[in-house]
C-alpha cells in the first residue's frame, strides 16, 4: 500500500513548456486534489475530484488542466509554464469530503 | 470573504513543556476543521479533526479546542518533543467550499532543547 504517489519529485521547465505531474493513489480513494504550496504559504487549491469522470476547479485553476478517467490517477497539467507557477505541488486524496485527506510527498517545480 | 489565519508564525517552546497554536477563522458556516503538520520537505499529515458541534476533542498527546463564539480553535501539545518541530497548519471544510480544504498560512513550532 504506497498511498499517494507523485512524480516526479523536482522539475525545471523553461518558461512556456509544457508538463504533466502524476499523481496515483492505491486506497480507491474518490476524491482526489492538487495544492500548491508558496514558500510561507499554506496550500491553495489548484483542481480536485470527486470521482472518475468528475472535476472542478479550486482556488487558483488558471494555467492548469486536469483529468480523472480512473480512480487512481488524478494528472496535473501545465499548459504553458510560467515562472509565476514555480512552486511545490501536492496531490492528496480522500475517501470522503470529511475524511482526513492524505497528501503525497510533493513536486518541486521550478519554472526559468 | 472566508478566511482561517494562524495568529504567531513562529512558536517556540522548550522541550517537555506543552505547545498551543492557535488558529482564527471568519466564516461561520465552517463544519469541520483539520489540523496538520508538515516536516521540512515533506506533505502535510493529518493530526486530529474537530466537527462544529463539538467543543473539545482529544488524541494521543494532542487536543483541539474550538471556541464558535469567538471563532477561535486551538491545537495543544502536551509535552513536546522535538520530533514535534514541524509547521502546523489548520484547516476547515464547509458546504460554501465545496467541501474543500481551504488553509491558513501555518506556525512553525520550533522546540529548544
Known amino acids: 500500500n504506497a498511498g499517494v504517489t507523485q512524480t516526479p519529485k523536482f522539475q525545471v521547465l523553461k518558461t512556456g513548456q509544457s508538463m504533466t505531474l502524476q499523481c496515483a493513489q492505491d486506497?480507491?480513494?474518490?476524491?482526489m486534489s492538487w495544492y500548491r504550496q508558496d514558500p510561507g504559504m499554506g496550500l491553495r487549491l489548484i483542481h480536485y475530484?470527486?470521482?472518475?469522470?468528475i472535476t472542478d476547479q479550486g482556488e487558483v485553476p488558471n494555467g492548469y488542466n486536469v483529468s480523472r478517467s480512473t480512480t487512481e490517477d488524478f494528472p496535473l497539467r501545465l499548459l504553458s509554464a510560467a515562472p509565476s507557477q514555480t512552486s511545490v505541488y501536492f496531490c492528496?486524496?480522500?475517501?470522503?469530503w470529511g475524511g482526513g485527506y492524505t497528501f503525497g510527498s510533493g513536486t518541486r517545480l521550478t519554472v526559468v | 470573504g472566508e478566511s482561517v489565519g494562524l495568529h504567531l508564525p513562529t512558536l517556540s517552546v522548550q522541550e517537555g513543556d506543552n505547545s498551543i497554536i492557535n488558529c482564527a477563522y471568519s466564516n461561520s458556516a465552517s463544519d469541520y476543521f483539520i489540523w496538520y503538520k508538515q516536516e521540512s520537505g515533506k506533505g502535510p499529515q493529518f493530526i486530529i479533526d474537530i466537527r462544529s458541534n463539538m467543543d473539545k476533542r482529544q488524541g494521543q498527546r494532542v487536543t483541539v479546542l474550538l471556541n464558535k463564539t469567538v471563532k477561535h480553535l486551538s491545537l495543544q501539545i502536551a509535552a513536546t518533543q522535538p520530533g514535534d518541530s514541524a509547521v502546523y497548519f489548520c484547516a476547515r471544510l464547509s458546504m460554501d467550499s465545496n467541501y474543500q480544504l481551504i488553509w491558513g498560512a501555518g506556525t512553525k513550532l520550533i522546540i529548544k532543547p
Open positions: 492528496a486524496s480522500s475517501y470522503s
Open positions: 486506497m480507491n480513494h474518490e476524491y
Open positions: 475530484s470527486v470521482g472518475a469522470g
